[in-house]
């Protein structure tokens, strides 16, 4: 996938063209497409469908919006004849769950997990300097083995729709950008960087992804944010050395540009950037530690989602939350619960965020089967006891984190990898399968991030079987919530002062954040004494919260559920949606926002 995993860039050696727009669609519930040659002929009776976007909430009916199954996108692509002595490739940033691309009718590519890019290879099959009917065969399914995990329910009448084992909704389509991709044929298709710091220097360690590059000149370049090279380095892997540098910092980001070229004799035959923070990351002891110093971690678990788009790439409404996350003086987010755009990524670079970035493993417990029986389900065998979890899911999951790893290895924001949002690791039976994913996380990773995964309250300290594996804790608790909530908020705190004593005990030297805690609240719903579900009780519950994380000093770091209230499946626990937000879904502050604010004001970034 390397090639798929670099981000487009148009150099002087590259072009790019945007697809994105309105394409043709069609839902193909009895799955006619392919028989009927819709790749070849054309998608009969097609509607408009705008790209990047869900195709969900653009329409007004309920089947179409819950729709469940096989759909196609269209569109007439025009291939330039002048990029025939080289690579053209279409590149899908995203489409959720998976694809398959064909081409003039001809199939060129399929892809598996609805998150990450890939490619469309189209020299074999392209009309050059002329239209090209481009079409996509997308699909929305889940099973217990996709990632993220999920069923089907089918209705008295037949139809089915989806059956989420997580809580939000399944939105689908070409969710991201789209974009026809001109490159040389011996190209630059990627490039690893590590960083160590030592005195006064930076060592960037490189080692580009070549293709047919034999007899080429490699060269990488640094260069600083004025445009002044600082360091460079000749052939396919090295070592560039950047004295007294500008380091990467929390909300103090400082961003080099990195310049990979290939070579004909003095020929330039391919070039390619990306941009570079200067930092190292580790765990040591009981802190996080940035460029060596402890960090405090303060922002939020979040969801790309807004109203109409969906899950649809959405350049306002990202700004939007970043804006938001600054005013509150927040310096982080997990990309729960699957791995986001790369533009918001680059934008952590830009802005100094730290990433903990999620592969779309969520789901993983038995449970959660149709979210809201989570509470009611009776315990059995868990989901790591199913051997086909072990066949099945287990490859997809690290082909999952693979394709996580090599998109974003570079990105200075990225802190740490979470490979699993509440997976039920009270088995024993968990402990191969995660110890698996750990391994392929590490082994991809050229920079050996910190890994870890969020901890659900049904597997406490004590019941969970992997911490071992992880490098720091993640908890996601809702005691005050769905534990002893409303009048019994005191036992609420009581229990998790409990748990965190036992935690203590039990990996005592481990750092600890907490990913998620909050309360579902109505904006606007006001109550004295408080009640669940108003504002008043978000603020109660919040209080409580950190009281309890500032009695532990190896708490370092704090992400309520949610930056946003966010749409989710239809069912008793929710009302349009989960309201956990401390912004409501149109990004508008709840009280919470305020107390959280002034909270994380007067909490520095370093702990030193
Ligand atoms: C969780 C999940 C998250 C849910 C949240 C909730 O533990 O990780 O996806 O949305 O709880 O609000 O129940």
Redesign the pocket.
Known sequence: MAFAAQYPRITRTRRIEDLCGTWEFRFDPERDGERDGWAAHGLPDPIDMPVPASFNDVFTDKASREYYGDFWYAKCVFVPGEWESGNVDIRFDAATHRATVFVNGSEVASHEGGFTPFCAHLNGCVRWNDWNYVAVRVNNELTEHTLPAGGVATLRDGTRIAAPY???FNYAGLQRKVRLLSTPERRVAGIKTSVELIKNRAQVRYELDLEDAVGLRAEVVLVDGDGQPVADSQGEQGVLTVKDPRLWGLRRPYLYTLWARLYDGTELVDEWYDTLGLRTIEVSGRNILLNGRPVYLKGF?RHEDSPVHGRGFDPVVNKRDFELLKWMGANSFRT??YPYSEEQLYEADREGFFVIDEVAA?GMLRSTKNFADAVTAPRGETYFDDPAVREKTLPAHIAAVQELVERDRNHACVCAWSLF??PDFSSEAAVPYAQKVFDACLDADPQKRPRSY?N?TRCRAGIDKCTHLADFMML?R?DGW?VCGGPRIEDAKAILIEEMHKWEELEPNKPFLFT?Y?T?TMAGVHKLPSVMWSEEYQLEFFRAQHEVFDMFDWVVGEQP??LCDFQ?GEGVMRVDG?K?GAFTRDRQPKAIAFLLRDRWLRKLDYLD
Request: negative net charge; charged residues 25%; hydrophobic residues 25%.
């Open positions: 997580f809580d939000f678990g729960s619960h969520v949002n509440e969020t659900v996601n809702y769905y998620e909050g579902d559920w949610n989710t989960n956990k």
